[in-house]
């Protein structure tokens, strides 16, 4: 079932051409450069952002596909969109052109949840069908993004339960945080990595681990957070240590990620992770995960392809063929309106 999928949950345009779990297609329109200067997306210039550029997208995708005979939304099957959760002005954006386009060429409409889109992007295939991975339900799963940390069961196809969530800052956003206020610029993430790997990934200051003595599978990195800030403001000359204060930064937030991890597959007697969200981009934090579960002899699975772990419409129209196959689409399409806090 060929799918058109959108996703403009925050400051990424994406549109793809998926096939099952295969990706024809896939175009993102960063608008990183837009907010760099700003130090984070600025609502405004993400809702304007994506206007200008997702018609462009829309064709990009269809142009990519690479088959003369396909080139028109005439042979798409289906419309699929992200609802939320996300940036409201910018969902807002992507869900009306799919109305529009469903309405156009009468299609129907699947509505996507965002966080659904990071459970499956382990799964996701090249046009080649690669990677090739079979489901082996069910998964321990961990969304680590800018704006969720959270552990899902991934019981079946669509079935979830979240058994744990954060309580303030997600992962993402606290190394981001961090970043800022070592002058780094935004996105900090990557930045930290980069400095965090030239200290030799040590932990230099010991900062905070929040909430490991919690029974309970949340997180909470407003703590650790506010600890760094003190900590910086009492040390006027941390600029000769950034690389240290990023490794030590980063530590602590990963510490507490695998920690917290290793607690709940001794809770929940599940040993095969599947992880995602734009986090696990980095190669430390894969190391950590990797050791973690030779521990309990099981796998752990991460995007294959590094596009996947940020927003992108590729895991979101994948999620939507499975949802196809249940017949699961939007009942009445003009009804559709943006969940920006819409959980799993």
């Not at 969902?91 to 996507?112: D, F, H, T």
């Not at 070592?182 to 996105?187: D, F, K, Q």
């Not at 099981?298 to 392809?305: D, I, K």
């Amino acid at each position: 079932m060929l799918i058109l999928a959108i996703d403009t949950s925050c400051d990424e345009t994406s549109v793809a051409i998926t096939d099952g779990r295969k990706v024809l297609s896939n175009v993102i329109y960063s608008q990183v450069l837009l907010h760099k200067k700003w130090g984070g997306v600025v609502p405004s210039i993400a809702k304007r952002a994506h206007e200008e550029r997702i018609d462009f997208v829309v064709e990009e995708a269809l142009r990519k596909v690479g088959n003369k005979n396909f080139c028109s939304l005439q042979n798409i099957d289906a419309i699929a969109v992200t609802q939320g959760p996300g940036l409201a002005v910018a969902l807002e954006v992507g869900i009306k052109k799919a109305k529009e386009l469903a309405k156009k060429y009468n299609k129907k409409l699947i509505s996507v949840n965002h966080l659904e889109g990071h459970l499956y992007s382990p799964f996701v295939q090249n046009s080649q069908s690669n990677p090739k991975i079979d489901f082996k339900f069910p998964y321990l799963g961990l969304i680590i993004s800018g704006g969720h940390t959270e552990f899902v069961i991934f019981k079946n196809h669509l079935e979830y339960e979240v058994i744990g969530s954060t309580l303030d800052d997600a992962a993402g956003e606290a190394l981001d945080k961090a970043a800022k206020l070592l002058g780094l610029g935004y996105p900090g993430g990557p930045m930290i990595e980069r400095l965090a790997k030239e200290a030799g990934n040590k932990d230099f200051h010991n900062f905070p681990r929040p909430m490991l003595k919690s029974n309970d599978l949340n997180f909470s990195f407003s703590g650790l957070k506010t600890s760094f800030y003190y900590f910086l403001k009492n040390q006027p000359h941390f600029t000769l240590r950034v690389k240290e204060l990023s490794s030590s930064f980063q530590e602590a937030v990963f510490d507490t990620l695998i920690k917290k991890t290793e607690k709940a597959i001794k809770q929940t007697k599940i040993n095969r992770l599947v992880i995602g969200g734009g986090v696990i981009a980095n190669m430390r934090l894969r190391k950590l995960f990797r050791d973690l579960i030779k521990k309990y002899q099981g796998e752990v699975l991460f995007p294959s392809y590094k596009y996947l772990t940020g927003d992108n419409a590729a895991m979101i129209g994948v999620v939507a063929g499975f949802k196809a196959k249940k017949g699961l689409f939007v009942k009445d399409i003009d009804e559709l309106d943006r969940l920006p806090r819409w959980s799993l």
